[in-house]
């Protein structure tokens, strides 16, 4: 069944099967190894460049395969229903790195990094929260001071997806009271990479710090207009926070079919799960939680398709798709029993997973923080909210 009536046209619907089988030949026989390990598999990685998935939003005359943002949608949704880490390095490369970097960047970035970063040669990633900085992301202490057409660059970012492997990072760095996007490089004298992060969930995704110490940077490094860096977090978080929430669709779809299947084959009392009432209604409200959620992922992004994504908006569909993925994924152990408290079930991964979309891309408490601010702000304007 199509996401949304009408969404979807031939060219998505082969990309999902593309993807689909993809992710049944490539990726599932690797998710339990992903989790356990912490094992981040790079040539399966590159290998979702050389497939188009990476550049799916990027124009062909870039290296891209000239989709849109309802093709990301779609790849996100179908790795998150195998392995959600593998789809978090996937948005964070191909959406909160790439993407942004193709919208805001010069000719010469285009030219010089969008390829490589289409094409799977390199990994990117976005770096913006620091150690003394998270939600507050604008009280970050990471510096580039202007000298002429140089700019020197001290610092560090944290808990930045892909950074033990990546080759680009898309970085902001405060200038004078403004803010401005650079692209920093490994190779760049006085960037270090720190320590990978051991995480409850996502494991696979490397997660890491960098430091900058005196990194010299070139005014052809900005990204976007010297100062204009918060405009750039700030439309890129919007468009961010509704492609993630497909990761977290993928998660409560994949705990919906467990459960389905467990209820049908699992018998006790003499009959299957599914015959209990008190099972019944746990379906019944996993189901319709998911669905309200997928129908909210899929309007938002059209607004995200027309270029009228606002805060509200985002800030809502990714609090209610990342709660109920979380309480589907809990759900799906009950049902599973003792079973579903056992690896080898790979139910737990699933709530793993799901916690970390109540903290990514902004938490559960600062997007409750945009909504409600945001209605406040209708109601006292118009006396009603729209
Ligand atoms: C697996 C993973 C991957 C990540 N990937 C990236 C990445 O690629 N790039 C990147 O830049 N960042 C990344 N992050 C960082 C992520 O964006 C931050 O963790 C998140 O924004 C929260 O910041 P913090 O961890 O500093 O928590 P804090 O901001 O310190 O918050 C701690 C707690 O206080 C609450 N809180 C804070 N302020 C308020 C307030 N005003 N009102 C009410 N409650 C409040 C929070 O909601 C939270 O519950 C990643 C994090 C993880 C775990």
Redesign the pocket.
């Known amino acids: 069944m199509p996401p949304m009536i009408g969404m979807e046209t031939e060219e998505h619907i082969s990309l999902r099967e593309n993807v689909r089988d993809f992710v049944k030949k490539k990726v599932e026989p690797l998710s339990i190894r992903m989790d356990e390990e912490d094992f981040f598999p790079v040539e399966l990685f590159k290998e979702m460049g050389r497939m188009g998935y990476l550049g799916v939003t990027i124009p062909t005359e870039f290296g891209g395969a000239g989709m849109d943002y309802l093709s990301q949608a779609i790849i996100e949704e179908e790795l998150g229903y195998s392995s959600a880490s593998l789809a ?1 390095s996937y948005g ?1 490369h191909s959406n ?1 790195c790439l993407d942004s970097l193709y919208r805001n960047g010069s000719k010469i970035h285009r030219e010089e990094y969008v390829p490589k970063l289409s094409s799977g040669q390199w990994i990117g ?5 620091e150690p003394s ?5 604008l009280a970050m202490k990471t510096t580039a001071f202007q000298n002429g057409n140089e700019f020197t660059v001290n610092g560090s ?7 033990p492997y990546s080759d680009l990072f898309l970085t902001y760095a405060k200038t004078g009271d403004d803010y401005t996007a650079f692209v920093i490089l490994p190779s760049d004298e006085g960037f270090s990479r720190g320590k990978k ?1 051991n ?1 409850m ?2 494991r696979g ?1 490397p ?1 890491g710090e960098i430091y900058f110490q005196n990194v010299k940077l070139g005014s052809d490094r900005i990204v976007g207009e010297l100062n204009g860096g918060k405009g750039i977090i700030l439309s890129g978080l919007n468009i961010e926070r509704i492609i993630l929430c497909f990761i977290f669709i993928g998660i409560a779809k994949r705990a919906l079919h467990e459960s389905l299947n467990y209820s049908i084959e699992r018998k006790q009392f003499g009959q299957p799960l599914y015959k209990f009432e008190m099972i019944q209604d746990k379906l019944a409200t996993m189901y319709t939680k998911y669905e309200t959620a997928r129908i909210m992922a899929y309007e938002s992004l059209k607004r995200v398709q027309a270029d009228k994504m606002d805060a509200l908006h985002a800030a809502t569909a990714i609090l209610y798709t990342a709660e109920i993925s979380e309480q589907i994924s809990r759900e799906a152990i009950q049902i599973h029993g003792g079973y579903g408290y056992v690896k080898d079930a790979g139910i737990e991964r699933l709530l793993r997973d799901a916690i ?1 979309g109540q ?8 997007r ?2 945009i909504i409600s601010g945001a209605l406040i702000k209708q109601f006292k304007e118009n006396s009603r909210i729209e």
């Open positions: 978090l964070a909160l990633s976005l770096g913006l929260t900085s998270g939600s507050d992301a970012k944290t808990l930045i997806t892909n950074a992060f995480k969930g996502m995704s997660t970390l903290i990514g891309a902004g938490t559960t408490e600062i409750k923080h």
